[in-house]
C-alpha cells in the first residue's frame, strides 16, 4: 500500500506542505526545472523570507530539494513525493468506487428477488 | 447496471462521485436511510461498518463504528444538515473517540447527496465530498486504505452474482 512508504508524520507533512496555495505554486513552477529563490519570491506579492519559509515546509516534507550554487539557493521539484500525494488521492477514488459499485450490488439483489 | 464516474479537485479540495442506478429515488434513498442496507456498502469488506444511532432528520447525529482485521474500532459520526427525502442529504462526516466525542484534531468532511430522476427511468446519484484541508482527505484515505486491495474481489464477487 502507499502510505506504507511513509510514516504518518511524513504523510501530515506532505498534506500540510501541499494545502497552501503558494507552496502548490512553487511546487508547480520548480518540478519542471530548477529555480532560484530569490527567483520565485518575484512571482509573488510577499516577501523573499515569506517564499523561503514557503520554500522550508516543502523541503521538511521531501516535495522540493535545496541546494546552494555559488551564491544563490536553488530549488528543484521532487517528482516521487508529488506522485506519492496523487496516489492517495487515488485511494480515495477507490474507496468511492468501491462504496457505489456495493450500493449497485445491494439493488440488483432486489430485481433477483434476493433478500434485503 | 451501474456506471460510475469519480471527479478530483484537488484545488478545490471537492470529490464528486455519480453513479446511475436503475431504481427509484424512493429505493436508492433507502441505501442512506436504512442503517442495515447502509452498513452493506459504507465500509469495504475488509472494514464492515455498523450503525449505532441512525435518524436522517436535520439535526441529529449518526454514529457508526467500523471493525478492522486486526479488531481495531475506530468511530465515526455524521451531523445531518440537511434532510429531503428522497433527493438531498447533506452531514458532516468526522471522526469520534471511544466516549463518542468528535475528535476536532480529526478532520471532517462535508457530504451532499443528491438524487435526481433519469430520462427514461431510473436515478442519478451524485455525492459530492469537500474537504478543509488535503489533511482531512488524507485522514479519509487512510480510514479506507484498505478498499484498494478489496475492490478486485467485490469486482468479481458482482460479476459472479450477475
Redesign the interface.
Known amino acids: 500500500?502507499v502510505?506504507d512508504q511513509l510514516s504518518d508524520a511524513g504523510?501530515?507533512r506532505?498534506?500540510?506542505a501541499?494545502?497552501d496555495a503558494t507552496r502548490r505554486d512553487i511546487v508547480r513552477r520548480t518540478v519542471d526545472g530548477e529555480h532560484s529563490v530569490s527567483g520565485l519570491a518575484r512571482h509573488y506579492p510577499i516577501s523573499l523570507t515569506a517564499v523561503q519559509k514557503h520554500v522550508a515546509v516543502l523541503e521538511d516534507a521531501g516535495l522540493v530539494v535545496k541546494h546552494r550554487h555559488g551564491r544563490e539557493q536553488r530549488v528543484v521539484g521532487n517528482h516521487d513525493a508529488l506522485r506519492r500525494?496523487q496516489q492517495?488521492?487515488d485511494?480515495?477514488?477507490?474507496?468511492?468506487?468501491?462504496?457505489?459499485?456495493?450500493?449497485?450490488?445491494?439493488?440488483?439483489?432486489?430485481s433477483r428477488g434476493g433478500t434485503? | 447496471m451501474t456506471v460510475t464516474h469519480v471527479a478530483k479537485d484537488t484545488e478545490r479540495l471537492t470529490m464528486t462521485m455519480t453513479a446511475e442506478y436503475d431504481v427509484t429515488a424512493e429505493r436508492a434513498w433507502a441505501l442512506w436511510d436504512d442503517p442495515r442496507q447502509l452498513e452493506r456498502w459504507w465500509g469495504p469488506p475488509t472494514y464492515p461498518a455498523t450503525f449505532v444511532d441512525h435518524d436522517l432528520r436535520a439535526g441529529a447525529r449518526v454514529t457508526y463504528f467500523m471493525t478492522g482485521p486486526t479488531g481495531d474500532q475506530p468511530r465515526g459520526f455524521w451531523d445531518v444538515l440537511e434532510v429531503e427525502a428522497p433527493r438531498r442529504l447533506v452531514v458532516q462526516d468526522g471522526f469520534a473517540d471511544h466516549g463518542w466525542a468528535p475528535i476536532d484534531a480529526m478532520p471532517s468532511n462535508r457530504m451532499v447527496l443528491d438524487i435526481a430522476d433519469r430520462d427514461g427511468g431510473g436515478v442519478v446519484m451524485t455525492v459530492t465530498s469537500t474537504f478543509g484541508s488535503l489533511e482531512a482527505m488524507e485522514q479519509l484515505i487512510a480510514m479506507g486504505m484498505e478498499e484498494g486491495m478489496t475492490l478486485a474481489m467485490g469486482q468479481i464477487d458482482a460479476i459472479l452474482a450477475g
Open positions: 500500500m502510505v504523510v501530515d506532505l498534506f500540510h501541499l494545502a500525494a492517495l488521492l485511494e480515495l477514488d477507490r474507496l468511492w468506487h468501491g462504496r457505489l459499485d456495493r450500493m449497485g450490488t445491494l439493488l440488483d439483489e432486489d434485503t
